[in-house]
C-alpha cells in the first residue's frame, strides 16, 4: 500500500524551501520524480501507470496534482496554483531553513552554516563531503528539524548547498552513508 501522505510532505517541503528561497509566485509548479525514488518515499511498488493514477486521485486540504510521464522517464507532478498558495499560506516554514537559506542568501561561510545546524539540534552532523564536489555534508541524525541531507560548497563570496532526501543521497552516495569523519 503506497502512503501518499509522505509524497505529499515531500512535495510540500519541496515548494516551500523553494518559497523560502525566491518568494512566492502564484504559478504552477512541476516537479520531477524516477518512479524508484516514488516507491521509496511512498513505501509502495506500483507500476508508472499505476501511480500517476494515485497521484491523480490523492486529494488533501493543501494538495491536488496532476501526474504524467516525462520524456525522459520521470514521473511529472505538477502541482496546482491553487496548492502553491495553500502550501504558502497554510504550512508554516521551518525556522530551521529560513534561518540557513537567509544566511546562505547573504553569503555566509561553511563555519556559520555548521553553527545553525548545531544552534537546531547539538547532535547535527559537519563531516567532509563524499567527493570533490562538496566541501561538508551536513545533516541530523534523529531527523529534527528535518531529515535531510545538506551538500555543501564554498563558493566565491559564500556557500551553496544541495538538498537531498535520505533516500536520494544514499542512491547517490551508497558507499558514503555520511560517517566521514566530523570537521
Known amino acids: 500500500m503506497t502512503e501518499l501522505i509522505k509524497l505529499e510532505q515531500n512535495i ?3 515548494i516551500k524551501e523553494s518559497q ?5 509566485t502564484p504559478n504552477a509548479v512541476t516537479l520531477f520524480y524516477p518512479l524508484d525514488s516514488l516507491n521509496a518515499i511512498t513505501g509502495g511498488e506500483l507500476t508508472t501507470e ?7 486521485e490523492y486529494k488533501s486540504e493543501i494538495l491536488s496534482c496532476k501526474a504524467s510521464l516525462a520524456q525522459d522517464g520521470r514521473i ?6 491553487e496548492s502553491v498558495r495553500a502550501i504558502h499560506e497554510k504550512v508554516e516554514a521551518s525556522p530551521f531553513l529560513v534561518e540557513f537559506i537567509g544566511a546562505v542568501k547573504e553569503g555566509c561561510s561553511l563555519e556559520r552554516a555548521a553553527e ?3 544552534k537546531y539540534n547539538k547532535n547535527a552532523v559537519i563531516t567532509a563531503a563524499p567527493d570533490d564536489e562538496f566541501d561538508l555534508l551536513a545533516y541530523f541524525p534523529d531527523g529534527e528539524p528535518d531529515g535531510c541531507r ?6 566565491l563570496g559564500g ?15 551508497p558507499e558514503k ?3 566521514n569523519t566530523e570537521k
Request: with cysteine; glycine share 4%; aromatic share 14%.
Open 76 to 81: 511529472a507532478v505538477t502541482v496546482s496554483e
Open 159 to 173: 556557500i551553496t548547498y544541495h538538498r537531498f532526501t535520505k533516500l536520494d543521497y544514499d542512491a547517490l552516495y
Open 150 to 155: 545538506y551538500c555543501l560548497q564554498d563558493d
Open 20 to 24: 523560502i528561497k525566491l518568494g512566492f
Open 116 to 118: 545553525i545546524f548545531r
Open 12 to 14: 510540500t517541503d519541496t
Open 50 to 56: 499505476e501511480m500517476i493514477k494515485a497521484i491523480d
Open 177 to 179: 552513508s555520511g560517517d
